[in-house]
């Protein structure tokens, strides 16, 4: 599709596809715009998909208007947005923006132990992980199509939302260790029970990110591996995962301080020592002006009121904002797919 | 060995193994003991095995001393104490006593689908299900021999104890249904997350079980499995199961009873659906007075002063005592095991 639009296609090392309409100035930094095409199980058919595909048909309708861009315009499709093989999501954006170092990146192996460059030269793909970043100015300004996943747009029946700025991501991976023994035999008083103590946690996560009183604030424990797991034992390890994002990052880093104040208060009073590991603390991204100003003009031309709004959900554009200006067009979706 | 100490030896059909040194007079209910060889990981080497090898021993002994029994002495070992393969221990002891009915025991299956039916015969052993259970009046008594696996006895430095009762065990398998949702987007006020509902849900067992003042009342959330289980996924459903235990039935109750009063609670305020099923709610056992007075002056005559302490954990005794007078005597064990 890419080719017969007269685009010029090109892979990097780790599989991000790049196809440039080359623009009447080649020497000028390029407009990007694109999206992902993998997704977790059920996120429905246009996650991360409407972006290409959008970003692609944007391309041929002003092709087909006639229209002579004098900077290049390049559709990129990231890899593994949504895959967490590694560990994080957007690998493919972390790395070509730089925000994932080569280096660190060469570390990453799967729950298998075979290491992203291994997996990556499987998969066909050559060079090397230092090749991904891209050079400085690159882009003039990066641009995302996607559907909101939240439930705004379809509340308020509006077609579609421009993104003011997405939110800063953390998560944290904690492991509590207590003491197991016999549901029968321990008593109550002599326990140390690992479970309980991530209860409790998880319960001031919910707490702490209620009490910042923005609605802009969530946090989630979405994992919870309980050891040895067996209905007459004591829970001895307990593992969470904890997810809390914000659009002001000063106000997530104050939550997460928090939870790690409640998180000592527990383990000291219930006597389970902790494990914490930061997974990523991004900061949030704000869209660009000109990008702003380019949307809300497209939008009133086509007859919509431009409605503001932030993205809660962290995209590829979250860490292009690294390297570029962005901007990002929420699409009304039905139930978030 | 049994049959080298002119024990008969039998089988019924789920692999209960009896082995009998036949009194003088044969006609008369014999006197049963014994335990189980089957542990769970980490049990130690004397977990039921000590009941099994002593009541041996304990007839050879009298073998040996020229002790001629008139009841007939039978060693029973157990199957299936332990594991809980098919979702529940005391596998043997309960269908040879009728607390398990054959016909139930039919629809057993363990996680592979496999009935129990298909796995004991393909174990070689045959027969009906129908047929272990024990004819009325076959046993007299019936004494157990156990490791004691709790704190007591070590920390007194005190080499047996005579066990007065089983503590009354119950276990609840709970479901609770909230809604799932991407961790970024869904707002804090909309949320009906499971695994908090769960969290409140383990602090109020242990709260309740703490609040009735007895040391003898334990409870446990020893599984919790949260689904879909992603660090930026709401948890969707959990699964708990509670262990609740104490040697008076009554008191048991009432806070089984305080735990649905708090499932009610959290579930209505939390907006998430509960599904309860009652894996098992045995009554506590009481030892036999005659079997009281045996162990007791058995003691007295060793020069052990006699110490009476009940059983947190639950033994086959326990489904022993259905059918006839029990008595347990337990071993001092380093750490429980």
Chains 1, 2 share one sequence.
Not at 33 to 54: E, R
Not at 302 to 317: K, M, Q, V
Request: proline share 5%; net charge negative; charged share 25%.
């Amino acid at each position: 599709l890419c080719r017969a639009a007269n685009l010029i296609v090109r892979e990097d090392a780790v599989g991000n596809l790049f196809a440039r309409w080359v623009g009447s100035d080649p020497s000028l930094a390029a407009i990007g715009t694109g999206s992902h095409t993998d997704a977790i199980p059920f996120a429905g058919a246009y996650d991360g998909t409407v972006g290409v595909l959008g970003g692609l048909e944007a391309i041929r309708a002003l092709q087909r208007a006639g229209f002579q861009p004098r900077r290049s315009i390049e559709l990129l499709m990231f890899t593994s947005e949504e895959p967490t093989r590694f560990g994080i999501g957007c690998l493919g954006s972390r790395l070509l923006s730089g925000s994932l170092q080569a280096g660190r990146a060469k570390t990453l192996s799967d729950k298998e132990g075979q290491s992203l460059d291994h997996v990556r030269t499987a998969a066909g793909f050559t060079g090397t992980l230092d090749d991904v970043v891209l050079p400085e100015g690159y882009y003039e300004a990066f641009l995302e199509l996607h559907v909101e996943q939240g439930p705004v747009l379809e509340a308020r029946n509006i077609p579609v939302g421009v993104v003011t700025a997405i939110a800063a991501p953390a998560s944290l991976r904690i492991w509590l260790d207590g003491e197991g023994g016999h549901a029968g035999t321990v008593l109550m008083p002599q326990r140390h029970d690992a479970f309980l103590a991530a209860s409790e946690i998880s319960l001031a996560v919910e707490s702490v990110v209620k009490s910042t009183g923005a609605i802009d604030t969530v946090g989630t424990v979405g994992v919870c591996d309980v050891f040895p797991g067996a209905v007459n034992s004591i829970p001895s390890r307990v593992k969470i995962e904890i997810d809390v994002r914000d659009i002001d990052g000063a106000r997530r880093d104050a939550v997460l301080r928090a939870i790690d104040e409640a998180c000592g208060r527990v383990t000291e009073r219930r006597g389970v020592k902790l494990k914490k590991e930061v997974l990523n603390a991004d900061p949030p991204a704000h869209s660009g002006r000109r990008a702003l100003n380019a949307l809300n003009q497209s939008c009133e031309r086509c007859g919509i009121s431009p409605f503001p709004l932030p993205s809660r959900a962290y995209h590829d554009s979250l860490f292009m904002s690294r390297i570029t200006e962005v901007g990002m067009l929420f699409v009304r979706c039905r139930e978030g797919v």
